[in-house]
């Protein structure tokens, strides 16, 4: 069982290039999450869908645009990259309908935008 | 406001010693769940253990237990017995109720770098 996969596991762009992160569950999870993670911050939601269909505004979500393609898949855009961008970047999922459900997360992406 | 604060950035502890980590949060949601994460140095993030705030026990799972006090809004880590593999980042996180379905998210802490000493 993979669980989250993340692709790829590193990137180097140059300012103002694009990139899509590709995520995909196999656990029939309905809620899927995209963070970032920079020293001394924790973890910072992006983006969130609750369910297929569906996506929302975490706390970071300024130059990033989230597509839900299917249950399974739930990809992330960088438009037009900047070096405030340089991070690793989980993606992660959970059945949704209850608290205690925990997230499933991705081995993540390591971003530098040079 | 921070929701979640973790406020020890870093801790050493010696081999075999119990070792708390410290977690406040802040809601007032009566319905939440508490939960712990490890991130090991290679990166991936394992969950540890989980707490309702309506569970009537202290969580427990294997070396890891949770000291939950509702009132003090505090749900501190405690690994008994450490061992050098414990030695990782160590993240809290809270999702609050789900009184409007789709409240999903986990919002986590700044987390605490735990190295044991041999």
């Known amino acids: 069982n993979a669980g989250v996969t993340q692709t790829p596991k590193f990137q180097v762009l140059k300012t103002g290039q694009s990139m899509t992160l590709q995520c995909a569950q196999d656990?029939?999870?309905?809620?899927m999450y995209w963070y970032r993670q920079d020293p001394g911050m924790g973890l910072r939601l992006i983006y969130y869908?609750?369910?297929?269909?569906?996506?929302d505004k975490g706390e970071v979500p300024n130059g990033y645009n989230v597509s839900r393609l299917n249950k399974r898949e739930f990809s992330l855009r960088l438009e037009s990259a900047a070096p405030s961008q340089t991070s690793v970047y989980f993606c992660?999922?959970?059945?949704?309908?209850?608290?205690?459900?925990?997230?499933?997360f991705g081995n993540g992406t390591r971003l530098t935008v040079t | 406001a921070q929701k979640i604060t973790q406020t020890q950035p870093g801790m050493f502890v010696q081999e075999k010693e119990a070792v708390t980590l410290d977690c406040t949060y802040d809601?007032?949601?009566?319905?939440?769940?508490l939960f712990w994460y490890k991130q090991p140095s290679s990166g991936e993030m394992i969950f540890l253990i989980y707490?309702?705030?309506?569970?009537?026990q202290n969580a427990t799972e294997g070396r890891y237990s949770l000291n939950f006090q509702k009132a003090r809004k505090s749900a501190n880590l405690v690994i008994s017995a450490s061992q050098l593999g414990d030695s990782a980042m160590y993240f809290c996180?809270?999702?609050?109720?789900?009184?409007?379905?789709?409240?999903?998210?986990?919002?986590f802490g700044t987390g605490t770098r735990l190295t044991i000493i041999p």
């Open positions: 992660a999922s959970s059945e949704a309908g209850r608290t205690r459900f925990p997230l499933h």
């Open positions: 996180a809270m999702r609050e109720g789900l009184s409007n379905f789709g409240n999903e998210k986990l919002t």
């Open positions: 809601t007032s949601d009566p319905s939440y769940g």
């Open positions: 656990m029939n999870h309905n809620s």
């Open positions: 869908s609750a369910s297929e269909g569906t996506t």
């Open positions: 707490q309702g705030s309506y569970d009537q």
